[in-house]
Nanobody
Framework: QVQLVESGGGLVQAGGSLRLSCAAS????????MGWFRQAPGKEREFVAA????????SYADSVKGRFTISRDNAKNTWYLQMNSLKPEDTAVYYC???????????????WGQGTQVTVSS
């Protein structure tokens, strides 16, 4: 069975850093684009970052540009979201996802993890 499992979430003070990981199993995702989305209470799930199949292209939401970095390790079937200079507005459940091509649209992604909570205190 295909599984995507996020880890690395937690509580951090404003200005701090966290690195989220998404470990996939059940199949290789080398031919998939990977993405990160987040959802705060009472809000819709929103795009955060995505990376192309070979890592040559990345895309970021305006709210996280310059602070977050997405990367992938195809040998480990894992992708990451390095989050620096965290703000209280970054508080949300973060979800990793995989799809056939790089996209900012959540409907383009076929596989999803269960989510990991990130809480940034002020």
């Amino acid at each position: 069975q295909v599984q995507l499992v996020e880890s690395g979430g937690g509580l951090v003070q404003a200005g701090g850093s966290l690195r989220l990981s998404c470990a996939a199993s059940g199949r290789s995702f080398s031919n998939y684009a990977m993405g990160w989305f987040r959802q705060a209470p009472g809000k819709e799930r929103e795009f955060v970052a995505a990376i192309s199949l070979n890592g040559g292209r990345t895309s970021y939401a305006d709210s996280v540009k310059g602070r977050f970095t997405i990367s992938r390790d195809n040998a480990k079937n894992t992708w990451y979201l390095q989050m620096n200079s965290l703000k209280p507005e970054d508080t949300a459940v973060y979800y990793c996802a995989a799809g056939p091509y790089l996209s900012t649209k959540r409907l383009e992604y076929s596989y999803w993890g269960q989510g990991t909570q990130v809480t940034v205190s002020s």
